[in-house]
């Protein structure tokens, strides 16, 4: 009897010593969380409301039709890109090492059988279970960290897919303009032709020189020999563009400029820009690692339950180990690893003014593209109409009058198709200027309908980071420095 009630009372002491640890720990563990600068929101929780709000982008039941439609075109682009597949698999494994940080709030409970020779103890069966109570805040730092990762991971998600919509798009861009090429290059050789077989008539009723026949036959093989040129760009486009968005793609004919809408390029840089994004993640990262570093010296306090049976002998025992392990000397690495923090933080600062810098230049370039296009546009046309009345006037002082030699007619011929190519040429160019507008706007997605939608769960648009309250400032004195 005596027995049984002192199993009973070691069975109960044990019980109400990792009672105790588990109350202490929940009531500590929610004190170390003030000013570590971790997000407001959880990862989790964000993404798992955005999947609640939007809808999937819905993937073509038939991949090999549905690029016949600009919408159908970037939604193939996107689902039969490799990059955005293994990202969103990215996005997953980072959302994990969340969970695997918020680890550190927990217990950890370990059991097993114990024993050594000698002085030791005999073989126990122990059971315990460790808990860090209060650490500065380093578990909280550790869970932003990995917040933060997975933040980053949805906005290279983000900037992965900008990357895979301006491939398509310029893909069909390039290949548009070689597909108007090969139209201007057929009516060209059409037009040539035509020319040399009236000369050659003329030739056969001795109304023109052989040299003339010579020179209309040539004038139509180097345009023939263009042409062949020019297809061969086009197929070379259009393999391109098949592999980008499947094999009907090379059907559609849309213009860009109607698609996307007007773009105006802006030197304030929009905040949700990737690159802006994340560079300013790549602060609060640097300023967390700094937070740590600042603290080194401040002790970790934790508790330990414990229960050990004996597994030949009577009397088991049970308690609760607490320990505040400060370091105290680690031969200047300390300071050391705080001045090269501080140091990281003024790198990833220096760092997202030059992104900022970087994209403001990108604007500006796009706003001069797209400037120079339209007057090119506009200058080609008039250049197109002016050659078009020369020629005519050409061709019938060569025929008619015989007072133009069949060399200014040819050139005339030339001049006017290439102004024609030139012209194409600049429309494609103001496409892919457009592109870029819509691109360090931060636009692009949005004028392409998909800003309120997710791919593979996660958000293509719309997502702002979260790095919660700000940490403490750079050069801030606090307990850990004092030596």
Request: charged letters at 25%; hydrophobic letters at 40%.
């Amino acid at each position: 009897m005596k027995n049984r009630n002192r199993h009973c009372a070691a069975t109960a002491a044990q019980m109400l010593s990792f009672a105790l640890l588990l109350s202490l720990s929940t009531a500590l563990a929610g004190c170390s969380t003030a000013g570590s600068g971790r997000p407001s929101v959880s990862f989790e929780d964000r993404t798992g409301a955005i999947r609640e709000e939007r809808p999937e982008v819905e993937q073509p039941a038939d991949i090999a039709a549905a690029g016949q439609s600009l919408d159908g075109l970037v939604r193939v682009a996107l689902y039969q890109s490799p990059q955005m597949l293994e990202r969103a698999a990215t996005i997953r494994e980072a959302t994990g090492n969340i969970k695997v940080a918020k680890g550190g709030y927990l217990p950890m409970v370990s059991g097993g059988v114990t024993g050594g020779v000698g002085d030791a103890d005999g073989p126990s069966f122990v059971l315990s279970a460790n808990q860090m109570l209060f650490d500065f805040g380093r578990t909280d730092r550790k869970v932003a960290r990995a917040d933060i990762a997975a933040q980053e991971a949805v906005l290279q998600f983000q900037s992965d897919a900008d990357a895979v919509l301006m491939d398509v798009l310029e893909a069909y861009a390039e290949f548009s303009r070689y597909r108007d090429n090969v139209a201007i290059g057929e009516e060209r050789v059409k037009r040539l032709s035509a020319l040399s077989d009236l000369i050659g008539q003329r030739a056969t009723a001795g109304a023109t020189t052989q040299s003339d026949v010579l020179a209309a036959a040539n004038s139509l093989e180097q345009a023939r020999h263009d042409l062949l040129e020019t297809k061969s760009e086009r197929d070379r486009a259009a393999n391109q563009l098949r592999e980008y968005a499947g094999p009907a793609a090379v059907s559609l004919k849309a213009e860009l400029l109607d698609a996307l809408g007007t773009c105006t390029p802006s030197t304030t840089i929009a905040g949700s820009l990737p690159d802006i994004a994340l560079a300013n993640l790549k602060v609060a990262q640097a300023t967390l690692d700094y937070e740590d570093a600042r603290k080194a010296r401040l002790p970790g306090i934790a508790a330990e339950a414990y229960g050990r049976q004996p597994l030949y002998d009577e009397g088991f025992r049970v308690g609760v180990n607490f320990n505040v392990l400060p370091t105290l000397f680690q031969g200047g690495a300390i300071e050391a690893g705080r001045q090269a923090a501080e140091e990281a933080v003024a790198v990833a600062k220096a760092s997202l003014d030059t992104t900022r810098r970087k994209a403001t230049l990108e604007a500006l370039d796009a706003g001069t593209e797209m400037a120079n296009a339209r007057e090119l546009i506009a200058s080609s046309g008039t250049q197109t109409r002016l050659l078009d009345e020369t020629r005519t006037l050409y061709r019938s002082q060569y025929f008619d009058l015989g007072t133009r030699n069949l060399t200014d007619l040819l050139n005339a011929e030339e001049d006017y198709y290439d102004a024609l190519v030139a012209r194409s040429d600049s429309e494609r160019d103001l496409d892919v200027a457009l592109l870029q507008c819509h691109l360090v706007n931060a636009t692009l997605r949005a004028a392409l309908g998909l800003s309120q939608f997710t791919l593979y769960g996660f958000p293509i648009d719309g997502f702002a980071i979260d790095v919660g309250g700000e940490p403490a400032s750079i050069g801030e004195a606090g307990p850990s420095d004092a030596s």
